[in-house]
């Protein structure tokens, strides 16, 4: 099945609100290996000028997947999952995420391209406070194997 | 971690070396891996599963690579939350045995550019597991004290 190029520049609606835990933070931290207190200490995070312990540079994975499945699941896009591949993941952080965060998390479809028998379709999902300040910009390409205009 | 060699913007200087680090994963990592970033994709923990649909063996997440890459460079700055950037390309698999040894990621960077306005510095990685390279395009962008 091809994927769908009309979904190039559609917005589906933001996913429930995430709200950030300082246990998920640390949690995560330790899943990667991550030794610095800034993820576990919050009087280690004050030292360095947050407000309560941050999140590692690519926590937003997990919102950014969430926002990313309303898009897959869209029966539209025509993109099926099992033959999904990460192509590519970019972050921008308008500012660490910070726990006790409560983030508003919006998927847009960028591109749709097809790369030999592949569809590429890359996704922007715009993560905001609740007041609609940015805090994290995660682009995501992901390779739909099978699934280009040759298919 | 803050050391004392803690980089600042007005020491580094392009073509500066990020001192290299190797790191161990093995199969209980991509596990715990799995349930923080709530990605249970059965390639990256059932061997049955992942030699099912034709890969070598268990492959570790490409975001697990991505996160481990980063840490060459969150250790070097001193302070996660001043990387204002970060993107990768995914290349190649990182096959994880059911061995004690499991794999490793070697991880290098190097300096490639300076932002007099935003006080910040580009830094190239190199990121490779048995001797193929799993990260293309991959640079991180941080803002120095």
């Known amino acids: 099945m091809a994927v769908n190029p009309d979904i190039v520049g559609r917005e589906y609606p933001p996913i429930p609100v995430y709200e950030v835990g300082r246990e998920k933070i640390r949690e995560f931290a330790e899943a990667i290996n991550s030794p610095d207190p800034v993820h576990r200490d919050p009087e280690a995070a004050r030292a360095k000028g947050y407000p309560d312990v941050i999140a590692s540079p690519t926590f937003a994975v997990i919102i950014a997947q969430r926002a990313d499945a309303r898009i897959i699941a869209d029966p539209d896009s025509g993109i099926d999952y099992s033959r999904v591949v990460h192509g590519e993941q970019r972050f921008v952080h308008h500012r660490p995420i910070v ?52 298919a | 971690m803050t050391t004392a060699t803690q980089p600042t913007f007005d020491t580094v200087a392009v073509g500066d070396p990020v001192s290299p680090a190797t790191y161990l994963v093995r199969r209980a990592d991509l596990v715990r891996y799995a349930g923080a970033s709530g990605d249970f994709n059965p390639i990256h923990w059932s061997e049955r599963f992942a030699t099912s649909v034709g890969l070598p063996n268990v492959i570790a997440h ?21 990387v204002v950037e970060y993107a990768v390309r995914f ?24 932002d007099d306005d935003a006080r910040t510095v580009r830094v190239e990685l190199t990121a490779t597991s048995a001797g193929a390279k799993v990260l293309g395009k991959a640079v991180a962008v941080v803002r120095l004290p």
Request: proline content about 4%; charged content about 25%; overall charge negative.
């Open chain 2, 62 to 82: 490409g975001m697990f690579t991505m996160a481990t890459a980063g840490r060459l460079v969150t250790d070097w700055v001193g302070d996660p939350g001043a």
């Open chain 1, 99 to 150: 726990a006790g965060d409560r983030l508003v998390a919006t998927p847009h479809v960028d591109s749709v391209d097809a790369r030999g028998r592949h569809a590429m379709v890359t996704t922007r999902v715009e993560i905001a406070d609740e007041n609609g300040e940015p805090v994290t910009t995660a682009r995501s390409t992901i390779v739909v194997r099978d699934a280009g205009e040759a």
């Open chain 2, 91 to 114: 290349t190649s698999m990182v096959v994880v045995p059911d061995a004690d040894e499991g794999a490793t990621i070697e991880v290098s960077g190097t300096v490639v550019g300076k």
